[in-house]
């Protein structure tokens, strides 16, 4: 099992910049794909952006360009640059994984939330 916790939201203008941290623990060999995911009231969850093992990464069309996702394996740390931000992306964002063997997100952390005010 992994554990998760998410730091770094908070309440930014539009067009300012936060970075999200989290902190994985337990059994991180079992942890292949990071990955951030948001959801914002009413919408469905949507995963924004994702690194592999091997560092290859992808993002969600809406954030290319704006959002960097990025892993430090030896802190056992996955992050979230996040600049030009829009009022869209306010939310609750949550750090999750995929484990080796599975193609599926498992395990959010608690989430942290981000308010961009316009």
């Known amino acids: 099992q992994v554990q998760l916790v998410e730091s770094g939201g908070g309440l930014v203008q539009a067009g300012g910049s936060l970075r999200l941290s989290c902190a994985a623990s337990g059994s991180i060999s079992s942890i292949n794909s990071m990955g951030w995911y948001r959801q914002a009231p009413g919408n469905q969850r949507e995963l924004v952006a994702a690194?592999?093992?091997?560092?290859?990464?992808s993002y969600v069309d809406s954030v290319k360009g704006r959002f960097t996702i990025s892993r430090d394996d030896a802190k056992n740390m996955v992050y979230l640059q996040m600049n030009s931000l829009k009022s869209e992306d306010t939310a609750v964002y949550y750090c999750?994984?995929?484990?080796?063997?599975?193609?599926?997100?498992?395990?959010w952390g608690q989430g942290t939330q981000v308010t961009v005010s316009s």
């Open positions: 690194i592999s093992s091997g560092g290859v990464t």
């Open positions: 999750t994984y995929k484990p080796w063997g599975l193609a599926k997100y498992v395990s």
